[in-house]
Structure formats: structure tokens, C-alpha cells
């Protein structure tokens, strides 16, 4: 994946992208994109690493694997 792709998790809508060998997920605030956390994509289940390639942000695992991105940056306070 080379392009910012978006991704709608629980009514809200996220930014994803491909940084190295990490992704970085982030919202966009103001037209500007808030990068929150980047995970490695070896931390990722291969369905997962698997629909980001292809770009299918409709994907199960994907989805989940945002979640738990999403759910880390909650506890983490941020």
C-alpha cells in the first residue's frame, strides 16, 4: 500500500498508510492527518497484512487489527 487509504471503524473514519515496515493509523483533523501510533506489520495477522496490500479496508481482520491500534492509543491516553 502506497497511498493513504481510509477506513470507517465504529462510525468514525481513520487514515491508514504504509510507513516503511510499519502502518500508521491517523485521523484527519482540519484537512491535516493526526498520525496516532504506527504498529509493524510483522505485529499484524497475515489476513490483515494481506487486505492492506490489496486495499480492502472492508476486511475483517484489518478492521480488527485498527481496533486494537485504536484501543492501545485509548489506554495509552492519547
Do not use: C, F
Not at 25 to 51: I, K, N
Request: charged letters at 30%; aromatic letters at 2%; glycine letters at 12%.
Amino acid at each position: 500500500m502506497t497511498d493513504e487509504k481510509t477506513i470507517d471503524i465504529d462510525g468514525e473514519t481513520y487514515v491508514l498508510r504504509h510507513d516503511g515496515d510499519g502502518l500508521q493509523v491517523g485521523r484527519r483533523v482540519d484537512g491535516d492527518v493526526t498520525w496516532l501510533d504506527t504498529v509493524a506489520d510483522s505485529l499484524l495477522p497475515e489476513d490483515a497484512r494481506s487486505a492492506l496490500d490489496s486495499g480492502d479496508t472492508s476486511n475483517q481482520a484489518l478492521q480488527t487489527a485498527v481496533r486494537g491500534v485504536l484501543e492501545a492509543e485509548v489506554r495509552r491516553g492519547g
